[in-house]
Nanobody
Framework: QVQLVESGGGLVQPGGSLRLSCAAS????????MGWYRQAPGKERELVAT????????HYADSVKGRFTISRDNAKNTVYLQMNSLKPEDTAVYYC???????WGQGTQVTVSS
């Protein structure tokens, strides 16, 4: 059974930064493609970023390109989402997931507000 545990969310002012982490267990981490989704109140779920098994291939939503960076450390079974230049519209619950499966984390709240 794959388990994903996110951390790193919180309250930050506009223009600030946060780094989310997602620790995986129960699988061979280097064999899976990972990603982050987010869901804001009253809005549809949005794919934020994905990263290939080795980390060399990434994909971003247009809304976060140039501001967010997804990375992974296969030795630590962890995927990260570095979020810079945060905007109020980035406020959402952020979930990590295993691409192509139904394995999701419990989510971590990110609130961007002054």
């Amino acid at each position: 059974q794959v388990q994903l545990v996110e951390s790193g969310g919180g309250l930050v002012q506009p223009g600030g930064s946060l780094r989310l982490s997602c620790a995986a267990s129960g699988t061979i981490f280097s064999n899976i493609v990972m990603g982050w989704y987010r869901q804001a109140p009253g809005k549809e779920r949005e794919l934020v970023a994905t990263i290939s098994r080795g980390g060399g291939g990434t994909h971003y939503a247009d809304s976060v390109k140039g501001r967010f960076t997804i990375s992974r450390d296969n030795a630590k079974n962890t995927v990260y989402l570095q979020m810079n230049s945060l905007k109020p519209e980035d406020t959402a619950v952020y979930y990590c997931y295993v691409v192509g499966t139904s394995y999701w984390g419990q989510g971590t709240q990110v609130t961007v507000s002054s």
